[in-house]
T-cell receptor, first 113, second 112 residues
Framework: ETGVTQTPRHLVMGMTNKKSLKCEQH?????MYWYKQSAKKPLELMFV???????ENNSVPSRFSPECPNSSHLFLHLHTLQPEDSALYLC????????????FGEGSRLTVL | SQQGEEDPQALSIQEGENATMNCSYKTSINNLQWYRQNSGRGLVHLILIRSNEREKHSGRLRVTLDTSKKSSSLLITASRAADTASYFCATVLTGGGNKLTFGTGTQLKVEL
């Protein structure tokens, strides 16, 4: 139990579906991150929120839409995805945006058909 | 090109042996971190070493940092089957906030 919970753990969706990934943290951290992990590639940083404000958007396609309604929750809304978007999506938190250690959730395995 | 690159890509050893993984990076860093990932799971932070540190220990883990060579190594002593996982180094660039840049990892398999 890392204190960062991601749901669902597995998601299969068609290219025309709309779905959302959820991340909830119980650590009281101020920074929250979305990473994408594809096979044979380094982790890709997608979005960063610090104190509920988006501070980083790494040229992510608009079919991915993040939302941080409060300091405990982070969502990744998915719409009109492509098969190449199939990956493990990892949520992570940090005490603050400039501190070192990240705490990861278990990830949401997404398959786009 | 990526900042951190681990070497080797894969490593297979017997239980009880030591495992050494290396990480090279390209630009000046604030700190370097090592993470472990069991198959299909999230990453777990192992150790953080700052640019002004040369060596850190945590249980059976020993991390070294050579900023002149822009490289780090992770040594796991007396390995166990439970150490089987992928190991990633991640760097925080000087002036880079908390933006961690990960490598592609070393897959370690510890056999009984």
């Amino acid at each position: 139990e890392t204190g960062v919970t991601q749901t669902p753990r597995h998601l299969v969706m068609g290219m025309t579906n709309k779905k959302s990934l959820k991340c909830e943290q119980h650590l009281g951290h101020n920074a929250m991150y979305w990473y994408k992990q594809s096979a044979k590639k380094p982790l890709e940083l997608m979005f960063v929120y610090s104190l509920e404000e988006r501070v980083e958007n790494n040229s992510v396609p608009s079919r991915f839409s993040p939302e941080c309604p409060n300091s405990s929750h982070l969502f990744l809304h998915l719409h009109t995805l492509q098969p190449e978007d199939s990956a493990l999506y990892l949520c992570a938190t940090a005490r603050a945006f400039n501190t070192g250690e990240l705490f990861f959730g278990e990830g949401s395995r997404l398959t786009v058909l | 090109s990526q900042q951190g690159e681990e070497d080797p890509q894969a490593l297979s050893i017997q239980e009880g042996e030591n495992a050494t993984m290396n990480c090279s990076y390209k630009t000046s860093i604030n700190n370097l971190q090592w993470y472990r990932q069991n198959s299909g799971r999230g990453l777990v932070h192992l150790i953080l070493i700052r640019s002004n540190e040369r060596e850190k220990h945590s249980g059976r883990l020993r991390v070294t940092l050579d900023t002149s060579k822009k490289s780090s190594s992770l040594l796991i002593t007396a390995s166990r089957a439970a150490d089987t996982a992928s190991y990633f180094c991640a760097t925080v660039l000087t002036g880079g906030g908390n933006k961690l840049t990960f490598g592609t990892g070393t897959q370690l398999k510890v056999e009984l």
